[in-house]
C-alpha cells in the first residue's frame, strides 16, 4: 500500500540499497529485500522510497526511555546489577505472531514516537542518569540503523556502552557496520527450524545463525542468546538438543543461553503459557550437552536464574528475579572458590541497581 513520506527531521537518506531494471529501488539491509516504488514503505514500515532513494522515517524518534536492570535485556554476564538506559522506536523487520511489544513492533501510528532525542542528549542523558550502557531493544535495532550507530558513536564519547537486543535478521555488509558500534547484543534465537521462522515469524533462521557466528568468531562483541520457548511450537526434545548442540559447536560452551516462558499475546491468545518445567527440562538439555551458562527466565526460578562456576559448581552470581542475591566473583573475574574464570564482562563489584524501573524524559536532558 502506498503512504505518503512527509518530509522532515526524522527522514534521513540510507545507504543499503540498489536500482532494479523495472524501476522499483530494493532495501539491501535485511533478507526480506522489500523492492518499493516512490511513496511505499517496506514491511518494517520505517524504511520507505523517497525521491529514488531509501530514507530511514524515525530517526531521532522514539516510543519512551526507561532506566531499566541490565539483567532485563536479558543479560547476565555484562556488568551485573548496573542500570541501562533503554529505549526503541516503532516498526520490525519480522512478524512474530507471539510478539510481546506489537504495540510497538506493529505500530502504524507515529503518535507511538512520543519522544524526540538527539543521539547527544541520549548519551548525556544515560551518564547523567549514571546507566553504564544504552540499549537499543523493545523493537529491533536493524530497523533503525543509522539512528543507533550514531547514538553509539555518541555513547562510545560518554564511556558509555552500546547494548543490541535483536533477533539478527540483517544482511552481512549492514551488519558489520552495526556490530563495530556495539560492545554487547543479546540475539532473540526463536527456534531452530525453518519452517518455525517462516509460519510463525515471517522471517528465516540462516541469516540468525550467520549473525550469531560472524558474533563469535568476527567481533568481540558481548553477547548472549534468548529462547522464547512456545508450547507445542519450539519446544521439544529434538528441537531443544540439536539447537544446544550446535550453540556449543559453533559458538562454544561459554555463550550464556536464556530460555524465557511464553504469556499469550497478540496473535497466540489461543496458545498456552509455558509451564516453567518447561523451562527446567530445557536448562537440562542445555547443560547436558555442554553449555556452561544456562538460565530461566519470564518464571521466579532463582535457581534457573544464578550463575555457577562450571568447575566447582559454586554459586557465583545469584539472581532473585532482577536482584543480585550473592557475588563470589574475585576482581578479575574468576571463581572466589577455585580461581576458574567465568565468561562475561564484570567489575570488580557488582551494580546495585536492582529490579527498579525508571522512565525517563528525554527533554530533560536536552541541550
Not at 79 to 94: H, R, V, W
Not at 172 to 200: H, Q, S, W
Amino acid at each position: 500500500m502506498d503512504v505518503p513520506i512527509e518530509r522532515d527531521p526524522s527522514v534521513v537518506p540510507t545507504k543499503y540499497w540498489h536500482l532494479l531494471d523495472d524501476g522499483r529501488v530494493q532495501c539491501d539491509l535485511c533478507p526480506r529485500f522489500c523492492k518499493l516504488r516512490e511513496g511505499q514503505r517496506g514491511l518494517c514500515f520505517v524504511r520507505g522510497r523517497l525521491d529514488d532513494q531509501i530514507v530511514l522515517t524515525t530517526y531521532g524518534r522514539s516510543s519512551g526511555f526507561c532506566v531499566d536492570p541490565i539483567e532485563k535485556k536479558p543479560l547476565n554476564h555484562f556488568y551485573p546489577g548496573t542500570p541501562i538506559l533503554s529505549f526503541g522506536t516503532a516498526g520490525c523487520n519480522l512478524a512474530c505472531k507471539f510478539c510481546q511489544n506489537w504495540d510497538i513492533s506493529k505500530s502504524r501510528e507515529w503518535d507511538t514516537l512520543a519522544d524526540r532525542a538527539s543521539p547527544e542528549t541520549i548519551a548525556r542523558a544515560a551518564r547523567g542518569l549514571g546507566c553504564k550502557s544504552v540499549a537499543f531493544t523493545y523493537n529491533d535495532p536493524v530497523i533503525f540503523h543509522e539512528y543507533a550507530l550514531d547514538v553509539a558513536v555518541a555513547c562510545r564519547e560518554q564511556g558509555v556502552f552500546s547494548v543490541a537486543v535483536t533477533a539478527a535478521e540483517v544482511c552481512a555488509e549492514p551488519r558489520e557496520e552495526f556490530y563495530r558500534g556495539m560492545d554487547a547484543a543479546n540475539v532473540d534465537l526463536k527456534a531452530f527450524t525453518e519452517r518455525f521462522y517462516e509460519r510463525v515469524c515471517g522471517g528465516h533462521l540462516q541469516p540468525v545463525l550467520d549473525t550469531l557466528v560472524y558474533l563469535k568468531h568476527e567481533t568481540d562483541v558481548w553477547f548472549e542468546i534468548t529462547t522464547l520457548l512456545i508450547p507445542g511450537e519450539n519446544d521439544s526434545d529434538s528441537e531443544l538438543d540439536k539447537m544446544t548442540r550446535w550453540i556449543a559447536s559453533e559458538l562454544g560452551v561459554d555463550v550464556p543461553l536464556h530460555f524465557t516462558a511464553f504469556h499469550p499475546d497478540w496473535k497466540m491468545l489461543g496458545h498456552p503459557s509455558t509451564p516453567p518445567e518447561t523451562l527446567t527440562r530445557a536448562r537440562k538439555i542445555a547443560l547436558s550437552n555442554r553449555l556452561r551458562y544456562v538460565y530461566t527466565g519470564n518464571v521466579h526460578d532463582e535457581s534457573g536464574g544464578s550463575t555457577y562456576c562450571h568447575r566447582c559448581g559454586v554459586k557465583l552470581i545469584g539472581r532473585d528475579w532482577y536482584v543480585l542475591t550473592a557475588w563470589r566473583l574475585t576482581e578479575d573475574g574468576k571463581c572466589g572458590e577455585c580461581g576458574e574464570p567465568c565468561a562475561g564482562r564484570f567489575d570488580a563489584m557488582p551494580g546495585e541497581w536492582g529490579a527498579k524501573r525508571l522512565p525517563v524524559r528525554l527533554s530533560d536532558w536536552a541541550a
